[in-house]
């Protein structure tokens, strides 16, 4: 922590992000977290253009809204994803899912 220019968290039930008082103002964390501090809509945006790809706005807001990963969820981003895999690392960052 003593050398971080700034901390955000959020728990699985908390409605929004906290962040550590007392940072000073321009510590960097809105250019390097723009993406994720952004709407669905606008990850959904950057994800197309990056990825070259569709992406439904109702998986990105379900996935914004921490909604349990499901087969469905992970095949609808991405088709040829590793289910086993995905579930894995889910459960390895405290993601929740509806593992089968």
Not at 9 to 31: C, E, L
Not at 68 to 86: F, K, R, W
Request: with cysteine.
């Amino acid at each position: 922590m003593q050398n971080a220019t700034f901390c955000y968290w959020r728990r699985t039930n908390d409605p929004s992000w906290s962040k550590v008082s007392g940072s000073p103002s321009g510590d960097g964390s809105g250019d390097m977290l723009a993406l994720l501090a952004n709407d669905p809509s606008g990850y959904k945006e950057w994800a197309e253009d990056y990825f070259e790809a569709p992406i439904e706005l109702d998986v990105v807001k379900a996935l914004f809204t921490h909604q349990p990963l499901n087969d469905s969820l992970i095949l609808a981003l991405n088709p040829e994803a590793d289910l086993g895999s995905t579930y894995a690392e889910a459960l390895e960052i405290g993601y929740p899912s509806k593992e089968p």
